[in-house]
């Protein structure tokens, strides 16, 4: 049975730092992208980052314009979890985050910020940004 576990959510001030954490059970992340996703107060889901890749070939990781050059998304395989690192908050990331697995085809990279394109879930964590 497939579960993703969040943890690490809470609240920050601006230009504060979180890191996230989705620990993965019964499955393989070699062959899933793992995806965080985010929905803010009246706002639609949205895909933040994605973390695809084999531990035997390379690495790729996708970001949101808005996240870009303030959210690091990495994986450690013998822990079997991804992680975000949050950097310089501001109140637009006020959010529940959630992460995201689906099962590695060819076209994931077109897709990846659909939350329907996405098969497990877990059960969200806060992210608060406020001083």
């Known amino acids: 049975q497939v579960q993703l576990v969040e943890s690490g959510g809470g609240l920050v001030q601006p230009g504060g730092s979180l890191r996230l954490s989705c620990a993965a059970s019964?499955?393989?992340?070699?062959?899933?992208?793992i995806a965080w996703f985010r929905q803010g107060p009246g706002k639609e889901r949205e895909g933040v980052s994605m973390?695809?890749?084999?531990?035997?070939?390379?690495?790729?990781?996708e970001y949101v314009d808005s996240v870009r050059g303030r959210f690091t998304i990495s994986r450690d395989n013998a822990k079997n979890t991804v992680y975000l690192q949050m950097n310089n908050l501001n109140s637009d990331d006020t959010a529940e985050y959630y992460c995201?697995?689906?099962?590695?085809?060819?076209?994931?990279?077109?897709?990846?910020?659909?939350?329907?394109?996405?098969?497990?879930w877990g059960q969200g964590i806060r992210v608060t940004v406020s001083s």
């Open positions: 995201a697995a689906r099962r590695l085809s060819p076209g994931i990279v077109r897709v990846w910020k659909s939350a329907n394109a996405y098969d497990y």
């Open positions: 973390f695809r890749g084999s531990s035997s070939t390379k690495y790729y990781a």
């Open positions: 019964g499955l393989a992340l070699d062959n899933y992208a």
